[in-house]
């Protein structure tokens, strides 16, 4: 077994429950997806010996492969990375969930392509809150009718929201990004959507996502090492 990425987990764990304390939220409530990416099905058996069920993926061929290879563990897979049309029916087929809609199109093509014997698909909408350039993300004006859109298609279940925020300069700014999707998932929710799952926080933001009501936080580097 590897020990470094069992510790590993064992401090982004403990990370994880001092943010909630800190925020005054109750601890087991905020999940951490391991972010795989680049790193092979070995180091994903490691996680797994260690406890960690919940793995997120970018690169969708890489992931496919992954995941066939580890198909006797029970393992809970994300795709968290940009979709293009030619690799929806792959999405839709291998992973359990996907945090990165930010399409109608891209949407429609996993609701038509979930295979019949599998649960929905549990999405999250990508909204790029701070109006970086180069992320992709629907903006916050955008995000009602896609959301309504894409909560109507009959094999996705739509669980929430997932951002990224840029790197900025102070806590704080990062605070008002996270702030802020949690208001535009509040308002959703008060349009009849019910939305459980706010995707933000990674090892740079991960306190200031939990205190601003993240449910769950995407590590990757911490967990597995330098890519
Ligand atoms: C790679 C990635 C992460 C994890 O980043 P690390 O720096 O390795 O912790 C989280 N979210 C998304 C969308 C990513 O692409």
Not at 68 to 90: F, M, V, Y
Not at 174 to 196: C, F, I, N, T, Y
Not at 213 to 222: H, I
Request: hydrophobic share 45%; glycine share 6%.
């Amino acid at each position: 077994m590897n020990l470094s990425i069992a510790d590993n987990l064992k401090h982004v764990q403990a990370q994880i429950e001092m943010a909630c304390r800190a925020a005054g939220r109750p601890v087991g409530r905020v999940r951490l997806l391991a972010v795989s990416k680049t790193w092979g099905p070995e180091a994903v058996r490691a996680a797994h010996a260690a406890g960690q069920t919940a793995f997120g993926e970018n690169y969708i061929q890489e992931a496919v492969d992954k995941i066939t290879a580890l198909q006797d563990l029970p393992l809970e897979w994300h795709c968290i990375g940009p979709i293009q049309s030619n690799k929806t029916r792959l999405v839709a087929e291998h992973f359990d969930w996907v945090h990165s809609i930010d399409r109608l199109k891209i949407a429609q093509r996993l609701s038509e392509q979930r295979p019949a014997h599998l649960p929905p698909l549990q999405v999250c909408i990508q909204v790029n809150v701070d109006g970086g350039e180069t992320k992709s993300g629907v903006s916050p004006q955008e995000l009602p009718a896609l959301a309504q859109a894409v909560a109507a298609l009959p094999r996705l279940q739509l669980r929430g929201l997932m951002t990224i925020p840029e790197p900025a300069e102070t806590d704080e700014q990062m605070r008002a990004v996270h702030r802020q999707a949690k208001q535009l998932s509040e308002a959703l929710r008060q349009q009849g959507l019910p939305l459980d799952t706010l995707s933000m926080g990674m090892s740079a933001d991960l306190a200031a996502a939990i205190a601003e009501g993240s449910t769950m936080v995407r590590v990757g580097t911490a967990i597995f090492g330098k890519r």
